[in-house]
């Protein structure tokens, strides 16, 4: 059984940064596809940021505006989505998820695995 654990939400300034983890555990997701997603308060998850399972191609969401990166260290089988300038409208829980294959995917059906998400509160 796969589990999935985000940490590093929390309350940032409007401005600030935050640095996101999830940790995988059951199995290692090297080689394969992960990616980021975040669901606001009344309004659909959404796509953030996926890696491919080579690390060498990612893909983000128009509005992370080259503030978001995604990034995996496959030896800590931890996959990390740092944040910066972030806006009161990033505020939403963030939750990280893996496929069971290589390519990129940008649509959360595409996905195996979840994690529990966690909360990014971002304040004026």
């Known amino acids: 059984q796969v589990q999935l654990v985000e940490a590093g939400g929390g309350l940032v300034q409007a401005g600030g940064s935050l640095r996101l983890s999830c940790a995988a555990s059951?199995?290692?997701?090297?080689?394969?596809?992960q990616g980021w997603f975040r669901q606001a308060p009344g309004k659909e998850r959404e796509f953030v940021l996926a890696i491919s399972g080579d690390g060498r191609n990612t893909v983000a969401a128009d509005f992370v505006k080259g503030r978001f990166t995604i990034s995996g260290d496959n030896a800590k089988n931890t996959m990390y989505l740092q944040m910066k300038s972030l806006q009161l409208e990033d505020t939403a829980v963030y939750y990280c998820?893996?496929?069971?294959?290589?390519?990129?995917?940008?649509?959360?059906?595409?996905?195996?695995?979840w994690g529990q998400g966690t909360q990014v509160t971002v304040s004026s």
């Open positions: 059951g199995r290692t997701f090297g080689g394969n596809a």
């Open positions: 998820a893996g496929r069971s294959y290589v390519n990129i995917a940008t649509e959360s059906r595409h996905y195996d695995y």
